[in-house]
């Protein structure tokens, strides 16, 4: 078997004094939606936030395409081919849709072109001119989505794209990340929503106090509901 696109082993992050995660592992698989759950506080954001390289201080290993990454700088790190989509989403309130759009370097070929990002969200095309803070909630998190397809990076990492939707807006959301694994994308997707996660991904990692405490199959979710019922509280 060919060697994870994403593989984490004994990853540990520190907040300052702060000991957040203890010896986190998990494997993505190219092609792959892999979703964290857990509860506030279990550590999730920050894995995200740990492979990106934006903690203060982290060890253990990041393996991405065999390249290790623990020791890399962020933005090493994004030309490396990975893209961050935070929960913030980190929209730029003065500058338009077209302007967000076009901020991250394109870091490899293959990504994707404007008009194919309109055509994923036909919202941004009529929103082209309008300044970011002008956009719904839900407008803006398909653009912070968007704004990252066109860089070429192959593995995204998506922090809580449902969170605070209306469920129309959730739906469409789960439409994309569909489509973007449909076209080869990987998904890493930091979740609250279990309902939601269960309609993309293919495997689930359980988080809990900083650590990965189970993995479970999308196939197998029916025979581990009650623990997950117990690890997330649904």
């Given at each position: 078997?060919?060697?994870?696109?994403?593989?984490?082993?004994?990853?540990e992050?520190?907040?300052?004094?702060?000991?957040?995660?203890?010896?986190?592992?998990?494997?993505?698989?190219?092609?792959?939606?892999?979703?964290?759950?857990?509860?506030?506080?279990?550590?999730?954001?920050?894995?995200l936030?740990?492979?990106?390289?934006?903690?203060?201080?982290?060890?253990?290993?990041i393996?991405?395409?065999?390249?290790?990454?623990?020791?890399?700088?962020?933005?090493?790190?994004?030309?490396?081919?990975?893209a961050?989509?935070?929960?913030?989403?980190?929209?730029?309130?003065?500058?338009?849709?077209?302007?967000?759009l076009?901020?991250?370097?394109?870091?490899?070929?293959?990504?994707?072109?404007?008009?194919?990002?309109?055509?994923?969200?036909?919202?941004?095309?009529?929103?082209a001119?309008?300044?970011?803070?002008?956009?719904?909630?839900?407008?803006?998190?398909?653009?912070?989505?968007?704004?990252?397809?066109?860089?070429?990076?192959?593995?995204?990492?998506?922090?809580?794209?449902?969170?605070?939707?209306?469920?129309?807006?959730?739906q469409?959301i789960?439409?994309t990340?569909?489509?973007?694994?449909?076209?080869?994308?990987?998904?890493?997707?930091?979740?609250?929503?279990?309902?939601?996660?269960?309609?993309?991904?293919?495997?689930?990692?359980?988080?809990?106090?900083?650590?990965?405490?189970?993995?479970?199959?999308?196939?197998?979710?029916?025979?581990?509901?009650?623990?997950?019922?117990?690890?997330?509280?649904?």
């Amino acid at each position: 078997m060919p060697e994870p696109m994403l593989k984490l082993e004994g990853l540990e992050a520190w907040y300052g004094e702060s000991h957040v995660l203890h010896g986190v592992g998990l494997e993505v698989r190219e092609g792959e939606v892999v979703t964290l759950l857990g509860r506030n506080g279990a550590g999730k954001t920050t894995t995200l936030r740990a492979i990106m390289g934006l903690v203060p201080r982290r060890q253990g290993s990041i393996r991405f395409e065999g390249r290790e990454l623990i020791g890399a700088r962020s933005d090493a790190i994004a030309r490396a081919g990975i893209a961050y989509c935070p929960e913030e989403r980190g929209i730029f309130a003065s500058l338009n849709v077209t302007e967000n759009l076009f901020l991250p370097p394109v870091i490899r070929a293959g990504g994707m072109t404007v008009p194919e990002i309109h055509a994923l969200f036909p919202n941004l095309k009529e929103r082209a001119r309008s300044p970011g803070a002008k956009l719904s909630g839900g407008e803006q998190q398909m653009l912070a989505i968007g704004r990252i397809l066109r860089t070429g990076a192959r593995l995204l990492l998506l922090d809580e794209p449902s969170e605070g939707l209306a469920p129309v807006i959730v739906q469409q959301i789960g439409r994309t990340i569909r489509e973007l694994k449909a076209r080869g994308f990987t998904v890493l997707l930091v979740e609250q929503n279990f309902r939601f996660a269960q309609t993309v991904a293919d495997r689930h990692y359980v988080m809990e106090h900083g650590r990965v405490v189970e993995m479970v199959a999308n196939a197998d979710l029916a025979a581990a509901m009650d623990r997950l019922h117990e690890y997330l509280g649904v």
